[in-house]
T-cell receptor, first 112, second 111 residues
Framework: DAGVTQSPTHLIKTRGQQVTLRCSPKSGHDTVSWYQQALGQGPQFIFQYYEEEERQRGNFPDRFSGHQFPNYSSELNVNALLLGDSALYLC???????????FGSGTRLTVV | QKEVEQNSGPLSVPEGAIASLNCTYSDRGSQSFFWYRQYSGKSPELIMSIYSNGDKEDGRFTAQLNKASQYVSLLIRDSQPSDSATYLCAVALYGNNRLAFGKGNQVVVIP
């Protein structure tokens, strides 16, 4: 039973560029949540997708956008990258209505 | 006021001792609480969940919940070097299908 898969594992981008991160949820899960974790901080909620719609959004600018596909996989897009966007981006999958989040291994994004 | 607060600095404990971690939350309607362990450079891993007031034990871990005081704690008994990690407190917000996390507490177990 595959867990949550995220790609790529590491990424280096230049300020102003755009990036797309990908997530495949755990088998049987239908909800994907994205978190940003800066060094030394806890994960900060970006948004959550269920039934291919953004259901909730945290305090992140519109430069952060996402998508969920019919197979429940999801993408996180960040436009106009800033140095402050450098962080570990975590995808967590769950079953709607339950809080048993399973995290992927994350994507380490470095903006230079 | 932050949704979840973990204010303690790094905690150093000798091997075999008890590590005690605390967490407070602001949403009085929250019903579900979790502790995650995160090794350096890795993703969070769920180690405990608790939903009712009182204690819940799982192996060397005990979670304690006091909803009246809006307080959750985690005890790690017989601490081992492999317990050295950051421990994240997470709270499921009432009426809101997402988890809010604290900043985490680093635990260092000294052999």
């Amino acid at each position: 039973d595959a867990g949550v898969t995220q790609s790529p594992t590491h990424l280096i981008k230049t300020r102003g560029q755009q990036v797309t991160l990908r997530c495949s949820p755990k088998s049987g899960h239908d909800t994907v949540s994205w978190y940003q974790q800066a060094l030394g901080q806890g994960p900060q909620f970006i948004f959550q997708y269920y039934e291919e719609e953004e259901r909730q959004r945290g305090n992140f600018p519109d430069r952060f956008s996402g998508h969920q596909f019919p197979n429940y996989s999801s993408e996180l897009n960040v436009n106009a990258l800033l140095l402050g966007d450098s962080a570990l981006y975590l995808c967590a999958s769950s079953l709607q209505g339950f809080y048993g989040y399973t995290f992927g291994s994350g994507t380490r994004l470095t903006v230079v | 006021q932050k949704e979840v607060e973990q204010n303690s600095g790094p905690l150093s404990v000798p091997e075999g001792a008890i590590a005690s971690l605390n967490c407070t939350y602001s949403d009085r309607g929250s019903q579900s609480f979790f502790w995650y362990r995160q090794y350096s450079g890795k993703s969070p891993e769920l180690i405990m969940s608790i939903y009712s007031n009182g204690d819940k034990e799982d192996g060397r871990f005990t979670a304690q919940l006091n909803k009246a005081s809006q307080y959750v704690s985690l005890l790690i008994r017989d601490s081992q070097p492999s317990d050295s990690a950051t421990y994240l407190c997470a709270v499921a917000l009432y009426g809101n299908n997402r988890l809010a996390f604290g900043k985490g507490n680093q635990v260092v177990v000294i052999p």
